[in-house]
């Protein structure tokens, strides 16, 4: 018996949330006793999963899953839980990590918790501790079917290095037939996505206009964080909607979020609230995003951004 998890890549490269569900599976192997087992699809540099305690790796190459495909990963990961005899899945909080868990939880009669953010409070029974109501609480979620799927919360369990040396196997599931063609894909061209991002800059309808984006992406360059913004700015077509962050757009879980002239509308709010660290920079002392950031600063965006800007630089360059 095998924890399994599904490790995520992009283009051949793993996404940084296949290093936290590993390690957050091999923190739950360590509580039942036994190994970490990884399914790997169409990944290169497999070897870096060891660093994060897999003990083995489950390498699927197969051109019919060059393009995700809900239905043919989920049998994938279904064979291979199978194969292993796993009574865990650790999965992501990605946007295709969820669509996988149903049909998992369907398929292999699996009880599914998301938005886990710690290790098992205890595994027998199975219970683990979740953000719910938009992160602003959490509950405890026992798990009594025989097999059991997680969704780790991103961000939330971090990277924890446990170095081994994984063994490598060639995995051939049988995949059926499907009546879905992809005809192309459009990706977002940011250095880093919001999705892996460990700092988000974020503008709103503040920056007055999109001529005036060029200093959230100095300030994200500098940092080597990715650029979002809110509802308004991407409804306006200042930027695309790929960058609209909140309820209605994509959750943010990052360890630091920066929000440049933007009030903090509820909807907002909600996406970005499992940020550990929330820093609002606003002209109105009055902006609900106070009442939720970490830390504040009441300025003018066009005199406190390009300063701290500046300031960063000064910094990087004493390293």
Same mark, same amino acid.
């Given at each position: 018996?095998?924890?399994?998890? !599904?490790?995520?890549?992009?283009?051949?490269?793993?996404?940084?949330? %296949?290093?936290?569900?590993?390690? !957050? @599976?091999?923190?739950? %192997?360590?509580?039942?006793?036994?190994? *970490?087992?990884?399914?790997?699809? +169409? &990944?290169?540099?497999?070897?870096?999963?060891?660093? !994060?305690? =897999?003990?083995?790796?489950?390498?699927?190459?197969?051109?019919?899953?060059?393009?995700?495909?809900?239905?043919?990963?989920?049998?994938?990961?279904?064979? @291979?839980?199978?194969?292993?005899?796993?009574?865990?899945?650790?999965? $992501?909080?990605?946007?295709?990590?969820?669509?996988?868990?149903?049909?998992?939880?369907?398929?292999?009669?699996?009880?599914?918790?998301?938005?886990?953010?710690?290790?098992?409070?205890?595994?027998?029974?199975?219970?683990?501790?979740?953000?719910?109501?938009?992160?602003? #609480?959490?509950?405890?979620?026992?798990?009594?079917?025989? *097999?059991?799927?997680?969704?780790? $919360?991103? +961000? $939330?369990?971090?990277?924890?290095? &446990?170095?081994?040396?994984? %063994?490598?196997?060639?995995?051939?599931?049988?995949?059926?037939?499907?009546?879905?063609?992809?005809?192309?894909?459009?990706? %977002?061209?940011?250095? =880093?996505?919001? @999705?892996?991002?460990?700092?988000?800059? &974020?503008?709103?309808?503040?920056?007055?206009?999109?001529?005036?984006?060029?200093?959230?992406?100095?300030?994200?360059?500098?940092?080597?964080?990715?650029?979002?913004?809110?509802?308004?700015?991407?409804?306006?077509?200042?930027?695309?909607?790929?960058?609209? *962050?909140?309820?209605?757009?994509?959750?943010?879980? &990052?360890?630091?979020?920066?929000?440049?002239?933007?009030?903090?509308?509820?909807?907002?709010?909600?996406?970005? +609230? #499992?940020?550990?660290?929330?820093? =609002?920079?606003?002209?109105?002392?009055?902006?609900?995003?106070?009442?939720?950031?970490?830390?504040?600063?009441?300025?003018?965006?066009?005199?406190? *951004?390009?300063?701290?800007?500046?300031?960063?630089?000064?910094?990087?360059?004493?390293?």
């Amino acid at each position: 018996m095998s924890v399994l998890v !599904y490790t995520e890549s992009e283009q051949g490269k793993f996404k940084k949330t %296949a290093f936290e569900v590993a390690s !957050y @599976a091999k923190a739950v %192997a360590n509580q039942l006793g036994t190994t *970490v087992t990884a399914v790997c699809i +169409n &990944s290169d540099n497999t070897d870096q999963l060891s660093n !994060y305690g =897999v003990d083995k790796v489950l390498t699927v190459n197969n051109p019919q899953l060059d393009s995700f495909i809900a239905k043919s990963f989920a049998e994938v990961i279904s064979q @291979a839980t199978e194969k292993e005899n796993a009574k865990v899945i650790v999965l $992501s909080s990605s946007a295709n990590s969820k669509y996988i868990a149903p049909l998992l939880a369907a398929g292999l009669k699996a009880g599914y918790t998301s938005n886990v953010v710690a290790a098992p409070e205890s595994t027998s029974p199975f219970s683990v501790k979740r953000s719910a109501f938009t992160n602003k #609480a959490f509950e405890i979620t026992q798990i009594n079917t025989d *097999v059991k799927i997680v969704g780790i $919360s991103n +961000n $939330s369990f971090g990277l924890v290095e &446990s170095k081994g040396d994984a %063994a490598t196997e060639t995995f051939s599931p049988s995949l059926s037939e499907n009546n879905i063609k992809v005809e192309s894909v459009d990706k %977002a061209t940011d250095k =880093v996505t919001i @999705a892996d991002a460990d700092i988000v800059v &974020s503008g709103g309808r503040g920056l007055k206009g999109p001529e005036n984006w060029g200093m959230i992406e100095e300030l994200a360059d500098v940092l080597g964080a990715a650029t979002a913004c809110s509802k308004p700015v991407s409804d306006l077509g200042w930027r695309p909607h790929s960058e609209h *962050v909140g309820q209605t757009g994509k959750p943010v879980a &990052s360890n630091l979020y920066v929000a440049i002239g933007i009030s903090g509308a509820i909807q907002h709010l909600a996406g970005i +609230n #499992a940020s550990k660290v929330k820093l =609002v920079i606003n002209t109105d002392p009055e902006a609900p995003f106070f009442k939720a950031a970490d830390y504040g600063v009441v300025g003018d965006a066009f005199e406190v *951004v390009p300063a701290l800007i500046e300031k960063l630089k000064a910094f990087k360059a004493q390293q």
